[in-house]
């Protein structure tokens, strides 16, 4: 049996803090383990990352720089994003760079940061880079920050019940 | 027989027009169809764009979101290039991606125009833009400027004696 999730942080914070980035806070109830292992694991990102539809995971090699290419198979069509390692520090850091096969070698530098809260959440933080202004205010006019609250709200029901091989206290 | 390479241009204008940004211009004694053939063909690629050394091409695929990937193996080791291109539009305009497996997730833009000098020559202007003036700077700091002008005198060998099915006037 599994606790019930809290629904205290159920949407994600977006914020512009310069003109080339945005950046997004999101706090899960687990723990930083818990939530490093659904951001890198190919079977546990197959179960979110796509806003609950189909995720095809082509390559997910977590290591500084390797690839990663995933497939999202959504009722508008099929979408490929795919992106390079830049730094892999775990459980506290990753940055990737990410780009979406419709906008081919537009690319992004994303950094996340997971914060353990001592109280079994973690707060994620994620800053996106841009090249220019207009491809990250592109992005926020995407419908961006909607797919990004589905995929975080399929996070948290992973989260409520992936089993966890070390246990939880 | 070749007609002799003129040396009016041997080496290339290497300016910062911004503060993410490295202009390289540069003089080719060919026609813009041979010069754009020198940078998509990859029988003529591998001959000219790793300064000399043994370049292998792991994929080139030219059109708007085809990836390429060169190894170059030179006397201070093997090194990964690889990237994306975001626009084709021949045999005026090349905007692709680039990035080097020393420094993976670090991303440029580089942007090539080719113009026709109307004397037979072409001038190739490329514009790489950066994430941040440190990795721009960096670039300028690494010899990129001295590798830039090896590979271009090397190309200026190959127009000089590549088989143009065409024919030249």
């Keep these: 049996m599994?606790?019930?999730?809290k629904e205290s942080a159920a949407t994600a914070t977006v914020?512009?803090?310069?003109?080339?980035?945005?950046?997004?806070?999101?706090?899960?109830?687990?723990?930083?383990?818990?939530?490093?292992?659904?951001?890198?694991?190919?079977?546990?990102?197959?179960?979110?990352?796509?806003?609950?539809?189909?995720?095809?995971?082509e390559r997910l090699e977590v290591k500084r720089g390797g690839h990663w290419r995933f497939v999202e198979h959504s009722p508008d069509g099929v979408h490929g994003f795919e992106g390079r390692f830049r730094e892999v520090t775990p459980p506290g850091r990753l940055v990737q760079t990410f780009e979406w096969d419709g906008m081919p070698g537009h690319v992004v530098v994303e950094t996340?940061?997971?914060?353990?809260?001592?109280?079994?959440?973690?707060k994620v933080i994620t800053t996106s880079l841009f090249?220019?202004?207009?491809?990250?205010?592109?992005?926020?006019?995407?419908?961006?920050?909607q797919g990004l609250n589905q995929?975080?709200?399929?996070l948290d029901r992973l989260l409520a019940t992936f089993d966890d091989k070390k246990g939880r206290t």
Tied chains: 1, 2.
Excluded: C
């Excluded at 996340?112 to 973690?122: N, Q, S, W, Y």
């Excluded at 995929?151 to 399929?154: G, L, Q, T, V």
């Design 112 to 122: 996340a940061i997971f914060e353990e809260l001592g109280d079994g959440r973690t």
């Design 151 to 154: 995929s975080y709200a399929a």
């Design 15 to 57: 914020t512009k803090p310069t003109d080339r980035e945005i950046r997004i806070e999101r706090i899960f109830d687990a723990t930083r383990d818990r939530v490093w292992r659904a951001f890198t694991d190919p079977a546990l990102v197959a179960q979110w990352w796509g806003r609950g539809n189909k995720l095809v995971i």
């Design 131 to 145: 090249h220019t202004t207009e491809e990250r205010d592109g992005m926020l006019e995407s419908g961006m920050e």
């Design 2 to 5: 599994s606790k019930p999730v």
